[in-house]
T-cell receptor
Framework: GAVVSQHPSRVICKSGTSVKIECRSLDFQATTMFWYRQFPKKSLMLMAT?????????EQGVEKDKFLINHASLTLSTLTVTSAHPEDSSFYICSASPTGTGALHFGNGTRLTVT | DQQVKQNSPSLSVQEGRISILNCDYT??????FLWYKKYPAEGPTFLISISSIKDKNEDGRFTVFLNKSAKHLSLHIVPSQPGDSAVYFC?????????????FGQGTRLTINP
């Protein structure tokens, strides 16, 4: 079945540094990928829609300059948390679906801890 | 504004009994609803879905019920098994069956006791 791979699964970084998270669709092409964030005991909040070859669409309240999204190919989207602060510590998950199927597949998530 | 709400953060059920997870929504434009299951340190996996034109969808041990007038859906798992212990998220979309942009509830942690 369709698989979405997310890397790294866990990252610890110091305040002020930037962290890049990769989301790959392993056996299908995805023109659109989605990035979510989950705080403890909260729902998965959609952060942005990543569009291959064009700018990402950000949800209200999400800082586009802080969460840089690049979708350079049909199988890879990256989320870069720039100048990370402790309040950016969270669980970040990407999702994608094979074109035309509507079946949304999620990566295993990335636990980001900013010290 | 939480458009999809799961008011029970946790639920504990005896093995073999029925588990009922509830979900309420506020947006009347939602026309497609899904349930996802999530284990720790893993992404959510799709479980079952229902279109707003139906009021019930069944798949093996899992049944989803939709009450549009009450803006309420529920997931029934029977019989419950230890492997069902996980966090369950309901999700909704106004985009129909091809929905990719979903609104999630907060999740309910289900624990099945042997």
């Amino acid at each position: 079945g369709a698989v979405v791979s997310q890397h790294p699964s866990r990252v610890i970084c110091k305040s002020g540094t930037s962290v890049k998270i990769e989301c790959r669709s392993l056996d299908f092409q995805a023109t659109t990928m989605f990035w979510y964030r989950q705080f403890p005991k909260k729902s998965l909040m959609l952060m942005a829609t990543s569009n291959e070859g064009s700018k990402a669409t950000y949800e209200q309240g999400v800082e586009k300059d802080k969460f840089l999204i690049n979708h350079a190919s049909l199988t890879l989207s990256t989320l870069t948390v720039t100048s990370a602060h402790p309040e950016d510590s969270s669980f970040y998950i990407c999702s994608a679906s094979p074109t035309g199927t509507g079946a949304l597949h999620f990566g295993n998530g990335t636990r980001l801890t900013v010290t | 504004d939480q458009q999809v709400k799961q008011n029970s953060p946790s639920l504990s059920v005896q093995e073999g009994r029925i588990s009922i997870l509830n979900c309420d929504y506020t947006n009347s434009m939602f026309d497609y609803f899904l349930w996802y299951k999530k284990y720790p340190a893993e992404g959510p996996t799709f479980l079952i879905s229902i279109s707003s034109i139906k009021d019930k969808n069944e798949d093996g041990r899992f049944t989803v019920f939709l009450n549009k007038s009450a803006k309420h859906l529920s997931l029934h798992i029977v019989p419950s098994q230890p492997g069902d212990s996980a966090v369950y998220f309901c999700a909704a979309s106004p985009e129909g069956m091809g929905a990719q942009k979903l609104v999630f509830g907060q999740g309910t942690r289900l624990t099945i006791n042997p």
